[in-house]
């Protein structure tokens, strides 16, 4: 009888152990049959820039929901403005920005930097961008910056979600190395990533600087009266990006030129950046919940100027 116990159970230890191995098994961004783009024939046309231009189209499109509503500080002539300049404030902005922080050889080569459809995008560089737009356009409208900001807020993380997503199409930006805790750790392709399972860190991005930071921004908006406090919608959006931002980078892979910087510094570059915007959230924050609230009350009609 010990004996047959014995030939039951090397069978099924090894079934055990087969299982165990196939649960560790990684997955293959290869074996998604993801493509970087549409194939036109003549022209592909990349998922990375059709996630900026989607991202644009819905921030026109719901701002201009969004102004509809009691106290609106702009008319739709002003969102106009804002689409056109914002659109050259995210492209300049952020293909600057990421030579400036990520890559300072795309300086030294013109065409290089041209070559947007190759991805090289800086966030706070295009988010450098929005602003110089935002404040431009309300020097010439004579309206209010922050106001104004509060309102171009609940319309950023749809366009991040889009593009981070586009990042994980791309395959780039891929985070660090997973351990054999990780189900969802993913062998990406790219030589420099190595034939080992790493973070889907573009996806954790798409999460909590799209989603999670897009529904908070939307309830505050649209179910409470945020919107009439100056600078609680913008702080929130920088405190909450910030946030979401830092603990990524802890999952995410640093640039391969910036890695040593990293070491030295104990924090990514990306983390750098997200402090001035966690500090400014929460000052924006604590400075609309102190002061007196808009009158709330008072209806506005829609569209009107100032």
């Known amino acids: 009888m010990l004996s047959d116990l014995v030939h039951v159970s090397l069978p099924l230890a090894d079934f055990l152990s087969a299982g165990a191995s196939a649960v560790k098994q990684p997955i293959f961004w290869a074996d998604l049959g993801l493509k970087k ?29 969004m102004i509809r509503q009691p106290g609106s500080p702009l008319a739709q002539r002003h969102v106009d403005d804002l689409f056109f300049w914002c659109t050259l404030g995210i492209i300049l902005g952020g293909r600057l920005g990421y030579a400036t922080f990520y890559d300072h050889s795309l300086y030294t080569e013109p065409l290089k930097m041209l070559r947007l459809w190759e991805g090289g995008m800086s966030f706070h560089g295009g988010l450098i961008g929005v602003l110089v737009a935002v404040w431009g356009v309300c020097r010439a409208g004579g309206l209010s910056f922050i106001r104004v900001m509060d309102y171009v807020a609940p319309c950023a ?88 931002r830092f603990i990524v980078e802890f999952f995410r892979e640093p640039d391969q030129q910036l890695q040593e910087f990293a070491a030295r510094t104990h924090m990514s570059m990306g983390q750098w950046l997200t402090v001035p915007m966690i500090l400014l959230g929460l000052f924006m924050i604590v400075r609309a919940l102190t002061r007196p609230m808009l009158g709330a009350r008072v209806p506005v009609r829609s569209g009107v100027d100032g």
């Open 37 to 65: 783009g549409i194939s036109l024939g003549f022209f592909t046309l990349r998922f990375y820039s059709l996630a900026y231009l989607a991202g644009i189209v819905f921030g026109y499109w719901h701002m201009t929901r």
């Open 157 to 244: 993380p749809v366009g991040l979600f889009f593009g981070r997503i586009a990042n994980f199409i791309n395959g780039e930006l891929w985070g660090r190395v997973a351990g054999p805790d990780v189900p969802w750790a993913m062998v990406f392709p790219d030589e420099a990533a190595g034939n080992v399972a790493r973070h889907p860190s573009q996806l954790y991005e798409a999460g909590l600087e799209g989603l999670v930071l897009g529904a908070v921004l939307f309830a505050l908006f649209w179910l409470t009266r945020a919107r009439w406090r100056p600078g609680m919608l913008m702080g929130t959006f920088s405190l909450g990006y910030g946030l979401a």
